[in-house]
């Protein structure tokens, strides 16, 4: 089969029936060799590139974004429950922008401090929870061993 | 010269220094980070159709690019200058829109823009929808949740839609559907067995439809009722009994010239006397 691509012409292999069984890499070189060879042979206008000029000035014909216009249904007192339904879902897009900025506030309220402190704990006792037993008796001597120390210091009575 | 000359002259010049100073103001020239500059200045001031922000673009690109500016409605981009188009007082909203609020009954229909239109004409693949403005809207039959070539909606002429615009603008007929982007109704399509449409402002339907609106708050406090509010200042509503729906279409109708206090007295006194 190897031997077939070899003696199969390119206008052949550029074919659409052909290309369905090529890989992505040879498809993409076919395509590459195809924009070279028109590059060469067609015709261009050798003129500077003319940007088109960016406009700074947008457009917005309607007063719907500028006002923040909600939802046009609506219902009161329940006559139509499932208007009541569409407003809320329908209105809820600021709100959930809303709720986003406040959970994000909230993380930035425990400042990094915090965050370390917590996870100093939080390692210690994840570390005892999946230590073997032996592990776990010697972490419990050493810390007793810290509180007697401290214990055996004597503390003279003030009068 | 006599004394009745001098003061005539000097009421002269005086005159004429104040007509410079108004005619002045429509050629205002400024770069554009300056133009920003004239923009907030104007904020809250009143502006007449035909004032002009004129600038000039920088020309290298290698400055640090200006910030864009949106032109809400009222104001309209002629090649690098803003012109106003509309009477009314400039508004701001953050970042960078403006746009001139002013008063008008007539529709024009704008891209976007979710309105009540009523079904006068079916032809073929569409339907042909009134909705207000200088020409009849086109609503495909596709357009509706559901829909298929062969699963057709069930909409008669004189149906009431609520709808959203695809196109809109000056040179192309206007289009309308009753889905959105992902397929699904959201509440528009044909609504309303019963209920009465009425016609109001376009000033009134945007203070109905703000976000803090004190009518729709006043409004919550009546009776059960259900509302519809298109952006071409048509209202449709919809209560228990024929009596409730006709107090709310005319307490809609006359808080367009009340005074908050005054639409607060009136409707406390139908929520006491009423039914």
Known sequence: MANDNAKLSKNLLRMKFMQRGLDADTKKQLEEEERRIISDEHWYLDLPELKAKENFIIEERSFGPCEDLKYGRMSFKGFNTEVEKLMIIMNAPNEEELEEEEISRMETDITDEDMARRYESLVGSMKKKFAKKRERSAIEDVNQNATETQKKAFLKPQD | ?275
């Open chain 2, 1 to 275: 010269m006599g004394a009745l000359q001098q003061i005539y002259f000097r009421f002269c010049f005086f005159f004429l220094d104040f007509l410079c100073h108004i005619y002045c103001f429509p050629y205002q020239k400024c770069t554009f980070t300056d133009m920003l500059s004239c923009f907030k200045d104007k904020v809250g001031d009143v502006l007449l159709p035909g004032d002009v922000f004129s600038f000039q673009m920088p020309e290298s690109i290698t400055d640090s690019k200006p910030e864009k500016v949106v032109c809400g409605p009222g104001l309209r981009r002629n090649g690098d200058e803003v012109l106003v188009c509309k009477s009314g007082i400039l508004r701001h909203k953050q970042p960078n829109l403006y746009w001139i609020d002013s008063q008008q009954r007539r529709y024009v229909p704008g891209k976007g823009e979710s309105v009540i239109g009523i079904i006068t004409a079916k032809s073929g693949d569409i339907f042909k929808v009134d909705v207000g403005g200088s020409e009849q809207a086109s609503l495909s039959y596709l357009a509706f949740e559901g829909a298929t070539k062969r699963n057709r909606p069930n909409v008669q002429v004189g149906d009431l839609v609520y709808s959203q615009f695809i196109i809109a603008n000056k040179d192309m007929e206007p289009e309308l559907v009753c889905i959105d982007s992902c397929g699904r109704a959201n509440g528009m399509g044909v609504f309303g067995a019963g209920g009465l449409l009425f016609k109001v402002s376009l000033g009134l339907v945007r203070r109905l439809l703000a976000p803090q609106s004190e009518i729709a708050k006043d409004l919550e406090k009546m009776f059960p009722f259900e509302i519809v509010v298109g952006m071409n200042g048509r209202v449709w509503v919809k209560s228990k009994t024929i009596q409730q729906t006709l107090i709310v279409a005319n307490l809609l109708e006359s808080c367009e010239n009340m005074t908050a206090q005054q639409r607060q007295t009136l409707f406390r006194r139908v929520a006491d006397g009423s039914i």
